[in-house]
């Protein structure tokens, strides 16, 4: 054999080492997406199950705050539609409208002693409250993964490869600015 055909052989065979570890890369990328989405659902499932305990705790207290309770039992299911569609647009809008709500709600709270010094609901505010915090966290991890997948999917070469073999953008589970305004608790109390 000559040189020159050792030469292209040789760079043959690292050409396509190279384009298998790109395809490996952003496989890995896009399942690090599919993982992180997953741990958000895990946690708005736990969350999902908490919040007719905490709604029911709170109608035994909270008999004519009805407007309160009824805007978390419509946030959780618009919640529940959109995880089971897998529709990260309108998940971020029920998330923000589940979230106000809660707040509103615990705000409310503070109005009645009873229930504030209800065992169950506080341990049922503390749970949620911590549910809360890991979403938050996992919905970080999950925009990050997100991020790092459509950015490798639109640089070059990987482009190429990612155009060949099909691999997508995702969205980012984002909140308008509207949603994320803090809430005027002192509204609650007039």
Not at 122 to 150: C, G, K, M, P, V
Request: glycine share 2%.
């Amino acid at each position: 054999m000559e040189i020159s055909t050792i030469v292209i052989l040789i760079a043959l065979s690292l050409l396509v080492i190279y384009l298998i570890l790109m395809y490996n890369n952003l496989v890995q990328l896009k399942h690090n997406v599919s993982k992180a989405w997953s741990n958000i659902d895990v946690l708005l499932k736990q969350r999902h199950d908490e919040l007719p305990k905490l709604v029911e705790t709170c109608k035994q207290y909270m008999g004519y705050e009805k407007n309160a309770l009824e805007t978390i039992i419509k946030a959780r299911s618009a919640v529940a539609h959109a995880q089971k569609d897998s529709d990260i647009k309108a998940l971020g809008v029920a998330e923000t409208q589940l979230r106000l709500g809660l707040g509103n709600l615990f705000a409310l709270a503070e109005a009645y002693p009873e229930l504030k010094a209800n065992e169950s609901f506080q341990h049922l505010q503390s749970r949620i409250t911590a549910l809360e915090h890991d979403i938050a966290d996992r919905r970080e991890f999950y925009n990050e993964s997100t991020n790092l997948n459509n950015i490798r999917i639109e640089q070059f070469p990987d482009v190429l490869v990612a155009k060949i073999f099909g691999f997508k953008a995702f969205d980012l589970l984002e909140f308008s600015e509207t949603d994320k305004a803090d809430v005027n608790v002192s509204l609650l109390f007039q």
